[in-house]
């Protein structure tokens, strides 16, 4: 069984702007994938675009906010339009903000749950469509975190919003499988990001995750044989606490 491939295929990746997102679509440029950034910050996507067909590589800004039905139904739309299918979806678009659950607003909580969870339902749900009706075999790769699969501390909207995403990968996992549908879902811990640094700023910077070495487990699921499938990757610091 030949090794996944991806030179020129399509690939959608949200939250593109910055950290993880701007990695994991760096790394698919670099193996020749076709990149659709997606992000609310035009001017962000730019500079990954740029940096992207500088190495060679071939990107297309596409702002958009996730969050947004009919934003998220138009930017799917446009993908197909101009390249005729989508092979790839990376859902990493993603927010947090720590605090005690008494000191959690209602607005930071659906803010959360639904640049977290209803954003990657959404993005989903519509290539899944597109996948189906065109008989494409793509995958998809929801980016959670290890906060989907254990509580942290003053952490509470954000660890819901993950175990929300990591719950909705399991059934997308279940019903794409029939499609030749791939589904894999990421869990990093604490990545070297604006984000971490900000909730975390007691975890010394030299042990965290980096961006880029979230996106080489992206491209290792994309690159697998065929004939297996890896559910899911959780990676930690390796001086934090084991799951």
Not at 53 to 68: F, R, S, T, Y
Not at 196 to 203: A, L, M, Q
């Amino acid at each position: 069984m030949e090794i996944g491939e991806t030179k020129e295929k399509v690939a959608i990746v949200t939250g593109a702007s910055r950290g993880i997102g701007a990695a994991i679509a760096k790394k698919l440029a670099e193996a020749k994938a076709w990149v659709v950034l997606v992000a609310r910050d035009r001017a962000r996507l730019q500079l990954v675009a740029a940096s992207i067909q500088k190495n060679g590589g071939k990107a297309w800004c596409l702002p958009a906010d996730v969050i947004e039905e009919k934003q998220v139904r138009e930017m799917v739309q446009s993908v197909v339009k101009r390249f005729g299918r989508i092979d790839i979806l990376v859902n990493n678009a993603g927010v947090g903000y720590a605090a005690a659950i008494p000191e959690t607003t209602v607005q930071d909580w659906d803010l959360m749950m639904n640049t977290n969870a209803r954003g990657a339902f959404l993005c989903s749900r519509e290539v899944l469509k597109v996948m189906k009706d065109k008989k494409i075999a793509g995958s998809i790769i929801n980016i959670a975190s290890l906060a989907g699969k254990k509580g942290y501390r003053h952490q509470a909207a954000y660890c819901a919003s993950k175990f929300a995403l990591v719950g909705f990968t399991k059934v997308l996992a279940i019903e794409g499988q029939p499609l030749g549908i791939r589904v894999h879902l990421v869990c990093p811990g604490g990545v070297n990001t604006e984000f971490i640094k900000r909730i975390r700023p007691d975890i010394p910077p030299e042990t965290l995750i980096q961006p880029e070495e979230v996106a080489q487990a992206v491209m290792f699921l994309l690159q697998q044989p065929t004939r297996i499938a890896t559910d899911e990757i959780l990676i930690r610091r390796f001086s934090s606490e084991i799951i």
